[in-house]
């Protein structure tokens, strides 16, 4: 079985939307997910830019989806322990988060100062739970680290989501910490991230990642990648401090 999950296109962040390249990107993006076997499963956050670009890949097939409340972004907030404003745990300063270990490890990442002051462990059982809860639907029900599994097929499933819970339900499926994704990778905007089951025991499943933000069906339409929630590669003088429209990736 084949997992996607799709980051937004280019978003307009002023009235949750896509702006006129995002709306672009889901179009080519649809082309390419239109040309996928066997989906036996599509979902989507319920935030308006999701919405928008599953739109597209939607009508071309005839589908609709299930819009499931969880997965609109990564919404645990923590206490900033700078300024001590509530803040997303997604996007620290570098000199702030890479002093502390436990941030790196999968099982005390929570237990960590950065994170505490607010309700991420609660968000964050409630991806898990969502996800875990998803596959159960489709027959791969957790145990321990693995997932058991009596069918397990070369069907796929559509996530349309956000670079924060992407990045948890990645971080879930592969026994990584968050924070090491969150802060050491980027999807941008409409791309494609794929997780394959691996079944090296009858009824045994694990996820692999294949592709992290694959934009393949961007440069296929010769159109340029989008840099939404990026800083820029070299120092322009803009505020290292995160910006409000990071709030909701």
């Known amino acids: 079985m084949k ?13 949750d939307s896509l702006t ?19 989906i036996s499963g599509i979902y989507v956050s319920p935030l308006g830019r999701a919405q928008d670009t599953a739109a597209y890949t939607l009508k071309k097939l005839g589908r609709t989806a299930e819009t499931l409340p969880w997965l609109a972004e990564f919404r ?40 505490q002051g607010g309700d991420v462990a609660q ?14 639907h489709h027959g791969y029900v957790r145990q321990d680290d693995l997932y058991l599994c009596s069918h397990n097929g070369n069907d796929t499933i559509l996530i349309f989501c956000h670079f924060g819970i992407a990045m948890a339900m990645l971080a879930h499926l592969t026994g990584i910490s968050p924070v090491s994704l969150w802060q050491g990778f980027c999807a941008q905007p409409s791309s494609v991230t794929t997780l394959i089951t691996e079944e090296r025991v009858k009824g045994e499943v694990v996820f692999r990642c294949m ?23 070299c120092y322009t003088g803009r505020d290292s401090t995160c910006p409000p429209e990071w709030d909701e990736e």
Do not use: N
Request: aromatic share 8%; net charge negative; with cysteine.
């Open 3 to 15: 997992l996607m999950l799709i980051r937004h296109a280019e978003p307009d962040y002023a009235v």
């Open 20 to 38: 006129e390249k995002g709306r672009r990107e889901a179009e080519l993006l649809s082309r390419r997910l239109c040309r996928i076997p066997d």
């Open 211 to 233: 592709q992290l933000g694959d934009l393949s069906h961007l440069y296929a339409g010769d159109e340029r990648y989008s840099t939404a929630g990026l800083y820029p590669e």
């Open 76 to 115: 645990g907030r923590c206490v900033d322990t700078q300024s001590g404003e509530s803040r997303i745990p997604w996007d620290f300063q570098p000199r702030l988060w890479q002093p502390h270990e436990a941030l790196r490890d999968r099982r005390a990442w929570l237990g960590d100062s950065l994170v």
């Open 123 to 136: 968000i964050w059982q409630e991806t898990c739970e969502g996800l875990d809860t998803l596959l159960a």
